[in-house]
């Protein structure tokens, strides 16, 4: 039978060994998991995760300095594709993070900061294990309850302007948007590869999802 | 609907192993910390943390191939602390599997390596441990010092003053262990953990002390404390990590069941 190959998009930022680990974990035999630089793994593997941490700005910077745009652009329109973390949040338009920086405007929309002044009992970054509402039915849900808490570390959101994309929302004093999709892109805020069970399943799903 | 308060059990590991006597009653090797690991992942450990009192460099070298078994199979957070000097150090521990690391001594001789750090890694993978003893006399106002060696040696730093700097350097969340408390098993400082919890905006994990269930929910209810740390009463199988959520549910505090 076919192998299939997933490529985990290294672009020298954030620890990708978590990530790839927890693919692994759950990859069948016939299931390669790759962490690469390289375009051309990119542009043919069959599905795609895009992790990431840290600065929206050093991470950009990152996908440039390796030649990662477009690639990664490339694959978040054709193939199944996993963004996780800043991975979410830079294939928005723009973050106001590092006093503003444009990003790769996959899916259309800003990314915040939490404004948390009507809350001083709550503390930031939003650190730990919060609950994401499901929103809309999606393949990667299968087999992951309603309301299922996920491992967070983050002081930005992300705000679509198509709200059609939402498919889970998670409450930090603010509710916001915590999983988005669109087409053949899932992507998460909260770290899957950190989410012992349910993160699992998440990458279980990812790994026999067609991008439908 | 909200965020979870964090149980986090701390094992202290030495050349790769370890130590201070783990006593599950079914566990093969109480030594392994892939095994340990794992159990308290099964327990709903939302963390781990793992304190690195190793001396020596190749000891050192096995804890990292340690920290790349335990997050090769365990998929929770993993935090490392103990020897983090440099940003090599850092980098290390990060590219192992590591998902923060602890920072203490280091600040104290070097407080710009905090600022590096962060800047180079981000401040959600740096915690900043602080070991703090009350210094103050019976009848003065309160006042806490940070001490290095285990307790042993005074800095004359405030502890309060330097859990401000510490969250101005940029610190993602700080340890914050009472000397005078570890291990008593007669609960956190709690004066200790209001202070430093109404100071900071970042997330702060209470530590030292702990002997019983209530105590886990004091550091939350009392300390304001966004997680709680222990050792014994995990390791000596007093408690399951299930055990202490139940019991922290119950008084009403959210947590990860």
Same mark, same amino acid.
């Given at each position: 039978m076919d192998q299939k190959l997933v490529a985990v998009v290294?672009?020298?930022?954030?620890?990708?060994r978590s990530v790839s680990k927890a693919a692994e974990h759950m990859a069948n035999a016939r299931t390669k998991i790759i962490v690469t630089q390289d375009p051309q793994v990119i542009a043919d593997a069959d599905s795609v995760i895009f992790p990431g941490q840290g600065a929206a700005k050093a991470c950009m910077q990152a996908l440039t300095d390796t030649g990662m745009v477009e690639p990664v652009k490339q694959a978040a329109q054709e193939k199944p594709f996993l963004g996780i973390c800043m991975g979410l949040q830079v294939l928005?338009?723009?973050?106001?993070?590092n006093n503003g920086v444009d990003c790769l405007?996959?899916?259309k929309g800003n990314v915040t900061q939490f404004d948390l002044s009507a809350h001083p009992e709550l503390k930031m970054p939003h650190m730990g294990w919060n609950q994401i509402h499901q929103t809309q039915d999606h393949?990667?849900?299968?087999?992951i309850p309603q309301d299922s808490r996920f491992y967070f570390v983050h002081s930005f959101y992300v705000s679509p302007e198509?709200?059609?994309?939402?498919?889970g929302e998670t409450t930090h004093g603010q509710t916001f948007p915590s999983v988005l999709s669109a087409h053949n892109i899932f992507a998460i805020q909260a770290h899957p590869e950190k989410s012992a069970e349910h993160g699992l399943q998440l990458f279980k799903n990812f790994l026999e999802w067609d991008g439908h | 609907m909200s965020l979870a308060k964090r149980i986090i059990p701390c094992l202290d590991v030495d050349d790769g192993r370890v130590v201070k006597g783990v006593q599950?009653?079914?566990?093969?090797?109480?030594?392994d910390p892939v095994e340990v690991a794992k159990r308290y992942d099964e327990q709903g450990a939302d963390e781990i943390t793992f304190l690195d009192i190793t001396a020596t460099a190749h000891g050192r070298e096995t804890t990292v191939h340690m920290v790349e078994e335990v997050a090769s199979q365990v998929f929770i957070p993993l935090t490392v602390g103990g020897g983090i000097r440099k940003i090599e150090d850092i980098r290390t521990m990060l590219n192992a599997g590591a998902d923060k690391v602890a920072i203490n001594s280091a600040a104290i001789y070097n407080p710009e390596f905090v600022k590096e750090a962060c800047d180079a890694f981000?401040?959600?993978c740096i915690v900043l441990a602080i070991d703090a003893k009350k210094v103050s006399s019976q009848g003065e106002a309160n006042r806490w010092e940070i001490f290095t060696h285990g307790g042993r %040696?005074?800095? @004359?730093?405030?502890a309060l003053e330097w859990a401000e700097r510490m969250e101005a350097y940029g610190a993602g969340e700080l340890l914050v262990t009472s000397m005078d408390k570890d291990?008593?098993?007669?609960?956190?400082d709690l004066e200790l953990m209001q202070e430093i919890t109404s100071r900071v905006r970042i997330p702060v994990i209470a530590s030292g002390?702990?002997?019983?269930?209530q105590h886990l929910v004091d550091g939350v %209810?009392?300390? @304001?404390?966004e997680a709680v740390l222990a050792a014994s009463i995990f390791h000596f199988g007093e408690f399951t990590v299930q055990e202490a959520k139940e019991a922290m549910q119950a008084q009403g505090i959210e947590v990860r069941l």
């Open positions: 290294d672009y020298g930022m954030g620890n990708l928005m338009s723009h973050s106001a993070e405007n996959i899916i393949p990667l849900w299968h087999a198509d709200k059609n994309t939402i498919i | 599950f009653v079914d566990i093969r090797d109480a030594g981000g401040s959600q %040696k005074e800095t @004359g730093i405030d291990g008593t098993k007669s609960g956190f002390g702990v002997g019983n269930l %209810k009392l300390g @304001g404390a």
